[in-house]
């Protein structure tokens, strides 16, 4: 297997950087081959911005979607976006790798996803007409292929329970799993996420998460992923793109009726 990490923390020497030392390593001690992007090591350019699209006129007015186009189909996309890119196609594997900072990602991941999940290959292409409405939900250049989140946050798990003040971690997740991974064609693979970092003591405490991370990293070819509706299979209306009525679970409201939890796959 091929694995891309994608990991954005500032301190190298950190728990996260500890995380990603025994997720490599349990990778390579099982034959599979590894590529990190160190997004803070590679002085990664976080903003999504002109110089992005060095053929684009000076001095016509930026317009992004049509400078992406452009530099798509003129293949003039800067040489640090290519190589992510290719990264990319290489795996079958990626993973983010994160702190949760203000309930998302941190600003240089996040810039990692606006600039490289660009017109072409993260979106903007595909069929559209009464029934497929364009290459995205399940479908797109990363179909095939699976993704995970690897996530550390200092709040307890009881903040993030049910009642919980912060709402679940599935709620909070859903933009970057759904909306990001899902989107451009990934099936998405349960996150591994540790609670609590701020307590955290080295020793036991951190063998003991060391361990539950490489078990969770055992199951990746076998465990199934999060069965989210894929937009053009039959569960939501062309063009509105709203769920059809009837597809959910009694009760289920938000984003927990975008996952089908039915065993059966839905189809046109």
């Not at 160190?38 to 002085?43: E, G, K, R």
């Not at 993973?95 to 993260?122: E, H, N, T, Y």
């Not at 998405?188 to 996420?193: A, D, K, R, S």
């Not at 405490?205 to 078990?215: M, P, Q, S, V």
Request: with cysteine.
């Amino acid at each position: 297997m091929k694995v891309l990490i994608v990991f954005a923390h500032p301190e190298r020497h950190s728990l996260n950087g500890a995380l990603l030392d025994t997720a490599v390593k349990h990778f390579e001690d099982k034959g599979d081959e590894v590529k990190v992007s160190d997004l803070y090591a590679m002085n990664w350019k976080s903003e999504l911005s002109r110089e992005d699209f060095p053929q684009y006129p000076k001095d016509k007015k930026l317009n992004l979607m049509a400078a992406g186009a452009e530099a798509f189909y003129s293949e003039t996309i800067t040489s640090d976006v290519i190589a992510e890119q290719e990264k990319m196609k290489w795996a079958d594997l990626v993973v983010l790798q994160f702190p949760m900072w203000w309930f998302s990602m941190p600003a240089i991941m996040k810039g990692w996803v606006d600039r490289v999940f660009a017109f072409g290959f993260g979106f903007g292409l595909g069929e559209y007409n009464d029934k497929h409405f364009g290459d995205r939900y399940g479908e797109g250049i990363m179909e095939g292929k699976k993704a995970m989140l690897m996530v550390t946050t200092g709040g307890w798990e009881s903040h993030y329970s049910n009642r919980g003040i912060n709402g679940t971690m599935d709620e909070i997740l859903h933009h970057i799993q759904h909306g990001i991974l899902f989107y451009v064609g990934f099936d998405i693979l349960p996150p591994f996420v540790l609670y609590g970092t701020m307590s955290l003591k080295e020793g036991k405490e951190l063998d003991a998460t060391a361990k539950r991370l490489c078990d969770q990293l055992d199951n990746v070819q076998s465990v199934k992923p999060i069965n989210y509706r894929k937009q053009n299979f039959g569960d939501y209306d062309i063009p509105s793109l709203v769920l059809k009525e009837g597809r959910e679970q009694p009760g289920e409201t938000g984003f927990q009726m975008h996952i089908n939890k039915d065993n059966e796959e839905t189809s046109l």
